[in-house]
């Protein structure tokens, strides 16, 4: 698009551009939009046998639709990136050929302005861990077999009967468990269904409509109450390391390697004292949970882990408070991991802290020494 603006006046040629810049932007994006819309009602040959993300550029290259996989996407398929993708589609829109690959490996897609993006769907965020081929094969069973019934609204108890039904009459090897046990009878919730629905849509329609949520896992389709699935997150380890990372971006990773969605109070971020707000932490396998007691301990923020996720908040009102009572170390006892924060330290226990610190740092640089690693950086600073 090209734009043409001849004025006297070099305000007014300013005035002008900028007036137009707006809509000249909305009207390419509008354009993009509808011409992959135009792209995905078109025929198509597909015949690809390559890992996703080979197979997602040839896609494009062959139709000209740019094809994106988040990276969500590749944290929850069996083996990453190097999941293999096998079809061959013919004479189907690449509108029908995207929804029929991205199911068959517990994906959709979803046409953004610009881009096609591929996305992974709930149930396989909700495992919290690499899906197994076992898994994904129930998610695509599952949006594959409709529900059959006649009422608009139903019980949990009579939903989860009636799926194991189906389940039974289909012979599927899959397995519905309940554990939710959010009542029976009158005491059980209420679930309004939708017609044309699959075992899928109604099992989602589960996930919206009460406090219980559900995931395949191997050989079965669980159902359990969202808090206790949250807390069943929180407890997954993680080892990464933050060499001074914003606690902005620590916890938006803590919360795409845990699954669980972080809902952070406005202005938390920003009334933590300024030198407690980037973090150097190092997490070998420990838990999300414990990393935020970490966080948690160093920065001054409270989090608090219910059915919706966790929510993170400030308790302090002013922007100059107090540096926080940071963690300083995590002990074992009985097999409990205790956090020990810095004002519970003895001033011996302190030193002794100091000097395995100042041995382990040296320790560190022996073996860097042989392993002929040269850091960019002069030594010095806390790691």
Excluded at 108 to 133: W, Y
Excluded at 158 to 171: E, Y
Aim: with cysteine; charged share 25%; glycine share 6%.
């Amino acid at each position: 698009m090209r734009l043409k603006l001849m004025m006297p006046s070099l305000l007014l040629l300013c005035a002008s551009f900028c007036a137009l810049l707006a809509p000249a932007r909305n009207s390419l994006a509008q354009n993009s939009s509808a011409l992959i819309n135009e792209a995905l009602d078109k025929l198509v040959e597909l015949d690809v046998d390559t890992p996703l993300p080979q197979a997602l550029q040839s896609i494009e290259s062959k139709t000209g639709v740019p094809v994106r996989a988040s990276r969500a996407v590749y944290d929850t398929l069996p083996w990453g990136e190097q999941t293999k993708l096998t079809a061959k589609i013919s004479g189907k829109t690449l509108r029908d050929s995207l929804s029929a690959i991205t199911l068959k490996l517990g994906l959709r897609f979803v046409v953004t302005e610009q881009t096609v993006d591929i996305e992974p769907l709930a149930p396989l965020v909700r495992i919290g861990r690499r899906s197994t081929v076992e898994e994904l094969g129930a998610i695509d069973w599952l949006a594959s077999t409709p529900f059959k019934t006649t009422r608009p609204e139903m019980s949990l108890t009579d939903m989860v009967a009636s799926i194991d039904q189906s389940m039974a009459g289909a012979k599927s090897t899959l397995v519905l468990e309940n554990r939710a046990d959010l009542g029976v009878g009158a005491a059980s919730p209420m679930v309004k269904v939708f017609k044309n629905q699959t075992l899928y849509d109604v099992l989602e329609e589960v996930h919206k409509q009460t406090r219980a949520t559900w995931y395949p896992w191997g050989k079965s389709i669980v159902i359990v109450p969202k808090e206790d699935h949250v807390r069943t997150l929180l407890n997954k380890q993680v080892t990464i390391r933050f060499a001074g990372v914003d606690v902005a971006q620590v916890l938006t990773e803590l919360a795409r390697r845990s699954g669980v969605e972080f809902t952070v109070e406005p202005g938390a971020v920003q009334r933590i004292p300024p030198e407690s707000r980037v973090i150097k932490l190092i997490l070998e396998n420990v838990t999300t949970r414990q990393a935020l007691e970490s966080i948690s301990g160093f920065t001054g923020l409270g989090y608090v882990a219910n059915e919706n996720g966790v929510y993170i908040w400030n308790p302090s009102a002013s922007p100059v408070s107090r540096r926080a009572d940071r963690t300083v170390t995590i002990i074992t006892v009985d097999g409990i991991q205790v956090l020990i924060p810095e004002s519970e330290i003895p001033p011996d226990v302190s030193q002794y802290l100091k000097s395995k610190r100042e041995k382990g740092i040296e320790s560190i640089r022996e073996q860097m020494k042989k392993e002929g690693y040269k850091p960019t950086t002069q030594p010095g600073g806390d790691l």
